[in-house]
């Protein structure tokens, strides 16, 4: 048997970020967006446990570790411990969200990882306690599971679904060099050391999403790490203005970055954008939202 999960790369619509905690995490008030752009992850049987990633020609494969540090390598150990059983399967990843991107591609891998291997291994784990065991994990990973639009709390992990009835279209531009999240924080630690305890609250991209305009959302669109993304990444700056002079409603930085997002009208006007940023960046990607979350798309 094999069984193929699909997971989707996260968008925060608003991060709005909090003083770090005692535990040393940020607390977040975001709302996510899945959008479509999503790895696959594929578990079949093997008597001991392998891991293989797959990744297009426009990533660098030795971004992705595979020596058993990959975060579907922690999944996997995860649940079989939860089970007591040994953790026996060979894994494929074949990505397409960026690596370091801000887009939780690491997250939507292990959350692929829990749904694929809960059900190679018959285990039928309730839903609570997948998204208990994903917490675990990571941040980012419940909402991997739960995708469409919902409101994240805590450091992320604690996830509401949220109406989103409409389509929003996005282009999508990876940058070839990473950002790493924890030291993206560091520099928002340093030019906020006055940062609220509560984190900014998302009133108003939540009102703007409920009016299905494009134009509102692109106006309620908030992201606290963008200063700090920008502050270590000064290209992606001009990026965003390039983006905005191609006829996007807006430009804004992927969660820590540095992937950059523009959201667009409509299909066609993404397209447009994407065509004329094109000239200027080899990798611009189109994707839509909400998308579903961690969702089998292969049983046999
Ligand atoms: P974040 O959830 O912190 O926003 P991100 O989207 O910026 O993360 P990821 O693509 O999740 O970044 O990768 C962060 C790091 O995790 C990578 O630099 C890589 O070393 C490590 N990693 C472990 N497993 C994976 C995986 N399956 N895919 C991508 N990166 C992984």
Redesign the pocket.
Known sequence: MTVTVRAPAKINLHLGVGAPRDDGFHPLVTVYQAVGLCDDVTAAPSPGWTLG?TVPDWMDAD???VTG????DRAGRLLARRHGIPARAAVS?T?A???????????A?AAAALVALDRLWHLETPDDDLLALAAEL?S?VPFALLGGTALGTGRGELVEPVADPSTWWWVVVPSAQ??S?PAVYRRFDEIHPDAPVEPPDADTTLAALATGDPERLAGALHNDLQEAALDLRPDLADLLEKGRRAGALRGIVS??GPTCLFLADDADAARNVAGRLSAHHDVVLVANGPVAGAHVVTYA
């Open positions: 990633v971004d992705v570790p540090d990959n975060i579907v990843v990505k969200i960026p690596v370091a991107g801000g887009m939780a591609g690491g997250s891998d990571g980012d990473g950002l999240t969660g820590s």
